[in-house]
């Protein structure tokens, strides 16, 4: 079983793309004629030239729009594709999931004829820097540790690549991990929660304390009061990392 069929049946309704980071990622890919989009979950910031959507997940891909891109259930460290498929391959927020992370980066270099594109985050930076985890969850960061992939290794596997940083909007409409840093009640939501794998793949008895005291800080006020800064800010970087790589 995929560990979305899972952790993933929520996704279509709290990981919906955010207009500001498509358009990074759609920067990034260029002017590649198609598309191979690996870890595809439900679809999120395929671009209509999407040639192919690689997931493993059925509960994921039952949730794909109805006229999204072609779509196979089959895994990073196989993909079924010639060699030199399509101009560029994107993998956004996946490898983390993945089983032989070298097979998998493997993979992707036969695939794309001009161009790699990985979404992934430093887990350095997150960890010091994200309030829900450094102050709150430990525990969620602990186990995003266990997984994490650091970029340096990221990079050498694919033969080198330009790092830009993704700044996380303050509305930010994907709820991945820090999207709610500026709404932190949206973190006491088990919906939410549910949406984020750090967060539903960490016991729940683990998480208790940290939700329970953020609980009592946003009631007292203390949150706001400890935050103020990033109650005036639009976007912060916490360590999201497009990774691009020219073939």
């Known amino acids: ?35 191979v989009n690996v870890g595809a979950g439900t679809g999120s910031y395929e671009p209509p030239r999407t040639l192919l959507a690689i997931e493993p997940s ?44 070298a097979s998998g980066i493997a993979e992707l270099r036969r695939v794309a004829r001009r161009r790699i594109v990985i979404l992934t985050w430093n887990q350095r930076i997150f960890s ?37 940083p993704v700044p ?25 929660r549910a949406g984020i794998s750090m967060l539903a793949q960490t016991p729940a008895d683990a998480l208790a304390p940290g939700l329970a005291a953020l609980t009592d800080d946003l009631a007292t006020g203390r949150w706001h009061h400890h935050h103020a800064d990033l109650l005036a800010l639009d976007s912060i970087d916490v360590g999201y990392r497009l990774l691009v790589t020219d073939l």
């Open 58 to 101: 059925d509960v994921m891909l039952a949730q794909r729009p109805p006229r999204s891109a072609p779509a196979v259930r089959a895994v990073a460290e196989h993909l079924p594709l010639r060699d030199n498929a399509a101009d560029a391959v994107m993998a956004l927020l996946t490898i983390h999931h993945w089983t032989d992370l």
């Open 128 to 164: 010091e820097q994200f309030w829900l985890v450094r102050d709150y969850l430990p525990q969620a960061a602990a186990f995003d540790d266990t997984r994490a992939v650091p970029i340096e290794q990221l990079v050498a596997l694919l033969g080198g690549a330009r790092q830009e």
């Open 1 to 35: 079983m995929a560990i979305y069929d899972t952790l993933g049946a929520t996704y279509g309704r709290t990981r919906r793309p955010d207009p500001r980071i498509a358009a990074q990622i759609h920067t990034a890919l260029g002017n590649a004629a198609d598309v």
């Open 168 to 192: 996380i909007p303050y509305d930010c409409t994907d709820g991945f991990g820090a999207a709610y840093w500026r709404r932190p009640h949206a973190y006491l939501d088990p919906q939410v």
